[in-house]
Structure formats: C-alpha cells, structure tokens
C-alpha cells in the first residue's frame, strides 16, 4: 500500500468511524472529522515532491486486479495534472468542517459522514486509471452532495437536490454507455492501456464511431462544468446548499468534468476533439458572456456568484478547446483559481447569512462599516475573482486569453468582454452590500470575524496572493503532463514555452 492508496482510505475510514461515533456528542464528531480531513490534507501535500521530480508520468501508482471478469482494475495514479486538484481537495474540507461548527446543528453525525465521503468520491476520480473506476468514484461523489443539499439546505433544497441528480445521472448514463462499448471493443477498461493501444493504431475509432463516444463523454463532464445550456441546475444547487456544499460544489465538483475533458476526451478522442472545437469554443464563450450577465441581475448573493461560475467555468473550456500549451496551462491552473476563489466568496457569503439570516443583496448595506475585516476579506476575494493582477485569476485568465488569441484573436476579444462584466456585477454587489448607510437589521446583528473565521479565511487569502505572485509554484508540473496531453492531440512534439509566457504575466 503506497501513500495514495493511504490517501484514498483516510476518507473513507474516516466516514466509517464517524458513522460509529455517538450522535449525542457533536462536538467529538466535529473534531474527528476536522482531524481526518486535515491528516489527509497533510498525505496530499507529500505528493508533491515525487510528483514533482516527474510530472509527466505517474509518479505513484497501484495496478491491481479488483474483478477479474469483466477486466475492472484498481488503477491509480497521480500526475501533475491531477496533483494540484488533489491537494485543492483536501484543502478545502477543514475549512468546510470550521465555516459549518456553528451553522450545522442538526444531524451533525451524518453531515460529517458525508462531507467525508465526499472527499473519498473527488480524490478517486482525480486518480482513477481505470475508466469503470472513474465511474464509480464519479458516481460516489454524487450521492454525498446529493445528500448534504437536499438535508442541510435552504427552503427549495427537495427541488434543488433532485434536479442536480437528475442532470448529473443523465450525463453519468451517457458515459457508462461509452465506457462499456470501448470495452467490448478492446477487453479492457484501463486508461493508459487504452492509449497505448491508440497511439500502436492496435484501436482506431472511425469517424462516426469517435464522434459518438466523444459526444457522450463531453456531454457527462459538460454537465458537470456546467457548460452553457446545461448550467440550469447549477443556481438551484448553489442557492439552495449549506455553505460547506457550495464550496465543495464549486471548488472541488466543478472541476471534475473539466478535469474529465483533458483527462479522457481529448486523449482518447483527439481527431473528434479538434473537429468539434468550433462549436464548443462557441458554447465556451457564450457562457462567459451569458453567466456574467445574468450574475449582473441577480437579487441574491449566492445565485450571483454562481452564476459567476458559468463564466468563470466557460474561461476553462475555451482554454481546454484551444489546443494550445498556453490555453490548457491557464485552463488547469483557472479550475485552481476558481477553486480558491469562488469558495472564499461562498464562505464569506455564508457567514453573512449566518448574521442577517438573508441572502437578498437589498437586505444590505453599509456592511463594511460595522464589520471592517469580514468587508476587507470580501472585497479582496472580489478582487480576485475579477481577475485583478498579482491576485490568482488573473494568470489563469490571461493565459486563458493568450491561448485563445493563438488560435483565433476573436475568440480572446470576445471572451474579454467577460472579464469587463465580472468587474460590473462584483463591484456592484460590494457597493451595495458593504457601502452606504446600514439598515438597523444590519446595525445590530452583523460583527466582524471571529477567530475560527479568521482561521478559514485567512489560508484562503494567502492562497489568492500567493498564486498571484507566484504561478511557477504550481505551473511546472501542469504544464508537464498537458504537454504528453497536447502530443496525444496534435500527434507532435510540443514547444516548452509556457514558462516564458508565464514569466511575462508576473
């Protein structure tokens, strides 16, 4: 057993002795689980030499036979594309333990036991080597959220939680269907095998065949993204989850079938890839353009930054759809950014609510004058999010952007305007909440943080400031693997020039 197999069972152990504990004491789960989730967190950050020393290969791996007939392995592995998403895992799950200490009080055992498996479900799908043990984990990670929206969630949680399942299956049902006609096709599940075997042209699709199989795995982690039109179930989710499921939803989940798309679709299906491009680059930019208007009128502060994540999230895409080094380095170091980011806003947002009781915009306003700190936090993470520099989504945007103006220049000036909307209805939400007179609600039960705020804000600040600085500290590694990715796409050799274009953005 290596150091991810120990990962992967830290969770899962974790919710099963959770589960054990006595409901009676919530306290005691609550330490538990905010002590596992920080063990596991402490396992992830020692991937990062080994993966580092090698970041274009696996560089620790397990490959054992789980069933024999059909041919299901447990195969995993991690990698620099997969590396970072890990520890983003494991990172946010203590603060999602701390920003829910005080807010969950009502069947405080199973919502550890959850948030628990949850983390178990993104960590498999970031290591799965073996595309039915992709699926499983992606259906594992499911089910928790499902849970942790339709128990712990706002009025319309029922409504919310079903539809989230729905559109979530429906993709899940598409892919299973893919995965198991490549199976009957070669005898094996297993990714890297699968690769092999097409670059030895031992398996080659046909072209109807490729577009179909590429067709139902990008509609599976197009839902997943979301992807402009098949966004819709990503406000209710947002409105309607307990801020630990917001974080976990737009931080971590997200970032599955982004993560999907360079992991699986482009590598397998590389010609399908590139012939669709045109009208997924199109999808792309219509969802940044779209989420940034419709965040614009939003009434409610947790709609507005979700709707915020289908620009955010169209930013990925296009980066991903570029086939350039450039666009897919900003594409993987923005699902990073927007990890960090989105979810500090979700927080702050949260402990707004935990005061007012109220999510509505109107029901605010002079926030910054009886809570300074909590507005100080709010805004920088504002800043962030709209992509000002020396903050983190700035590199990820214009990386994005330099991708896309490499492969055609409308696509970055169209896309820009996204960044020129994000700064409209950000700004606006902070003049409105945190400016002018306070109303007395405001006045008398909005404070400044406290310490266990404090505690989960702060890293997450660090984090925006830090990846601002200093993107090298993660970009080497990305950059390492999308090129064997952007070789399995174009059948060449690969430039190694993203880290002088990265150098020109600090």
């Known amino acids: 057993m290596n150091l991810l197999d120990i990962l992967l069972l830290i969770p899962a152990a974790g919710a099963l002795i959770t589960a054990a504990l006595p409901s009676s004491n919530p306290g005691l789960l609550r330490k538990f689980t905010l002590f596992v989730s920080l063990i596991a967190f402490l396992l992830s950050l020692a991937l990062i030499a080994p993966v580092n020393a090698a970041p274009d290969r696996y560089a620790i791996e397990t490959n054992v036979v789980w069933i024999e007939h059909p041919a299901i392995r447990y195969h995993v592995g991690v990698d620099g594309l997969s590396l970072w998403l890990i520890i983003l895992s494991t990172f946010l799950t203590p603060i ?37 043990l992709f699926f499983v984990f992606w259906e594992v990670s499911l089910v928790p959220m499902y849970f942790l929206i339709g128990i712990w969630g706002h009025d319309r949680r029922i409504y919310a939680a079903v539809k989230f399942f729905l559109y979530t299956m429906a993709g899940s049902a598409l892919m299973l269907a893919a995965m198991i006609w490549i199976y009957n096709r070669t005898g094996t599940f297993d990714l890297p095998l699968l690769l092999d075997m097409l670059a030895t042209r031992q398996l080659v699709f046909g072209a109807s ?139 702050l947002v949260g402990l707004l609510y935990e005061r007012r009781h109220s999510l509505e915009i109107a029901d605010y306003g002079g926030v910054g004058g009886v809570a300074p700190w909590l507005s100080t936090a709010f805004v920088i993470t504002s800043l962030a999010s709209i992509g ?45 909440a945190f400016y002018g007179p306070a109303p007395d609600a405001v006045k008398h039960h909005v404070t400044d943080m406290n310490g266990r705020e404090w505690a989960l804000v702060l890293p997450l600040v660090v984090m925006m400031v830090w990846m601002g600085v200093g993107p090298q500290s993660f970009l080497p590694a990305i950059s390492a693997q999308n090129r064997q990715v952007l070789e399995l ?18």
């Open 209 to 347: 065949e490729a577009f179909w199989l590429f067709l139902a795995f990008f509609i599976a982690f197009a839902i997943k993204v979301p992807l402009f039109p098949l966004h819709t179930w990503l406000p209710d989710a947002h409105g309607e989850a307990p801020t630990a499921g917001s974080v976990m939803l737009a931080s971590v989940l997200l970032k599955l079938g982004t993560y999907g798309l360079v992991r699986i679709s482009l590598p397998m299906f590389p010609d399908a890839a590139r012939e669709n491009a045109p009208w997924i680059i199109a999808l792309a930019i219509a969802g940044i353009i779209y989420g940034a208007l419709v965040a614009m009128v939003q009434p409610n502060m947790k709609r507005l930054v979700a709707y915020s994540s289908v620009s955010h999230l169209g930013f990925v895409v296009l980066g991903i759809f570029t086939f350039t080094q450039v666009g897919l380095d900003g594409a993987v170091y923005q699902m990073l950014n927007h990890g960090i980011s989105t979810g500090a806003l979700f927080i």
């Open 388 to 432: 000002l520099p020396l903050l983190n989504n700035f590199v990820g945007e214009f990386l994005v952007l330099q991708g896309a103006a490499q492969a055609k220049f409308l696509y970055a000036v169209l896309a820009g305007t996204g960044v020129i909307l994000s700064a409209v209805y950000m700004l606006w939400l902070v003049q409105r």
């Open 489 to 506: 796409v174009s059948g060449e050799p690969q430039i190694e020039k993203s880290a002088q274009e990265v150098a020109h953005v600090r």
């Open 96 to 132: 999602c333990v701390l920003v829910s200490w005080k807010h969950i009080e009502d069947r405080v055992k199973e919502f550890h036991v959850f948030l628990l498996f949850l983390l178990f479900g993104v960590i498999g799908v970031f290591v799965a080597l073996d595309l039915f």
